[in-house]
């Protein structure tokens, strides 16, 4: 049995526009999400002595999510993650994204899906969040419509993406959520327990941009294949953290694809996904400025995440997957975070 209750998180200051936020509680877990770029603002789940904790970096109020920061449990989109020099070409077209990453297109262009406050509908064990993305937004081609729906049952957070354009456009959705299984505003991540069911990943360059070739996992720090602890695993091959791209064989059915735990409370969390790939982030650029929930400051390695989504720069990269919703399809994909005990 999931309770689901909704009730006004604030107003947005340009134009008054409300922002609801919605609960959805079951006996495992707990989850709050807003109508403002359908971020998930908490997200308690138990340990094993039986306590709630919420694992989620974000902000007390509304005026955190509107100021500048990095996307904490935001919906992004159209693309999620960049697309080199925001240049594509699509049916002989090509098309110039608004540029707010280096060189690059991050995230959707300057406001992207994570900036924009959707229309709620409160569902039996859920929520469902619509939108509208106008022809041209941040450059891309096409009226999209776009549903987003989480649901929650026992420990299993499910959520679901639906798009429909009317010109071809690049999508691709995920959710940016930052996890420290220690509980938020725990200092880091580094005793936490990772893997990553990925033979291959994908190399980039130094402006992060894949360089087109697929690697092995075998021999190199990205062999997550079997469970390690984070600070030793960083140490041992001198990394400053990931911000990568593994590769994930994609399949109509979610699948299995990592699995992160923490020893001390025993907090187990499993993604499963449809998408073809999962970016693993361990919070590189967070560095103690921003002010999170109950005054927490989050710092470098305090939080990471699994976004499931297609493979960075794929509109641009023709061996990469398709990454192009023409007019007629539907673009569907699940992605469920499992929660439990060890
Ligand atoms: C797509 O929909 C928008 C909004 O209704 C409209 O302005 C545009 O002309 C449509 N484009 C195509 C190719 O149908
Ligand atoms: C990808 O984008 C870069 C930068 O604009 C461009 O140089 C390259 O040719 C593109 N690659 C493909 C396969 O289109
Ligand atoms: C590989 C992959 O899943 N790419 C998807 C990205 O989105 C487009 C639009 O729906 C899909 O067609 C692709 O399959």
Redesign the pocket.
Known sequence: MTEVTSEVFGDLPLNGEIVEKFLLKSDLAKVEIISLGCIITALETKGRDGKFSDIVLGFDRLEGYINKHPYLGAVVGRVANRI??G???VEGKEYSLAINNGPNSLHGGIKGFDKAVWIPEMLPNGVRFFRISPDGEEGYPGELKVWVTYTLNGGELTINYRAQSNKTTPVNLTNHAYFNLAGQGSHNIYDHEVSIEADSYLPVDDTM?PT?EVASVQDTCFDLRKPVELGGHLQKFQLGGFDHNFCLTQSKEPQFCARVCYPPSGRVMEVYTTQPGIQFYTGNSLDGTLKGKGGSVYLKHSGFCLETQNWP?AV???HFPDALLRLGEEYKHTTLFKFSVA
Do not use: L, V
Request: net charge positive.
């Open positions: 080199a020099k240049k594509f070409t941009i087109g720069d641009n990269q023709s």
